[in-house]
C-alpha cells in the first residue's frame, strides 16, 4: 500500500521561508509525476508547482520566482522550497504523486495536506 507523508509547514512571518517534504512509502513503482497544489478558504484547489518526468518543471503564476520544486526518485520524495512568503501563499498544501510499474497502470496517490499559515 502507498502511503504519501508530508512534513513541513506551520506558521511563517510574511517574507519568511518554508520547506515542505512528502516521501513515498510502499511499492509505488516509477514515479512520472510529482506535484504540489494548495486550497485555501472558500477556493479551488491550485497547483503550485509540478515535475513531469523527473525534468519538465512548472509553476503556478503567483508562485513563480519565489518556490522551487525538486524531487529525489531515489528516496521517493518531493520537496518545495517556499521563499518570501506572502499572506496569500495561506492554505493546505498537498502533494501529489503519480508512479506505476507501466505505463498503463500509472495510479495517483495524495499527500494529507499540511497547513501553511503566513501572518505576522
Known amino acids: 500500500q502507498v502511503q504519501l507523508v508530508q512534513s513541513g509547514g506551520g506558521l511563517v512571518q510574511p517574507g519568511g521561508s518554508l520547506r515542505l517534504s512528502c516521501a513515498a512509502s510502499g511499492s509505488i513503482g516509477s514515479i512520472n509525476y510529482m506535484g504540489w497544489y494548495r486550497q485555501a478558504p472558500g477556493k479551488q484547489r491550485e497547483l503550485v508547482a509540478n515535475i513531469i518526468s523527473g525534468r519538465t518543471t512548472n509553476y503556478g503564476d503567483s508562485v513563480k520566482g519565489r518556490f522551487t520544486i525538486s524531487g529525489d526518485n531515489a528516496k521517493n520524495t518531493v520537496y518545495l522550497q517556499m521563499n518570501s512568503l506572502r499572506p496569500e501563499d495561506t492554505a493546505v498544501y498537498y502533494c501529489?504523486?503519480?508512479?506505476?510499474?507501466?505505463?498503463?497502470?500509472?495510479?495517483?496517490?495524495w499527500g494529507q495536506g499540511t497547513q501553511v499559515t503566513v501572518s505576522s
Open positions: 501529489n504523486v503519480v508512479g506505476g510499474y507501466s505505463p498503463g497502470r500509472q495510479y495517483a496517490y
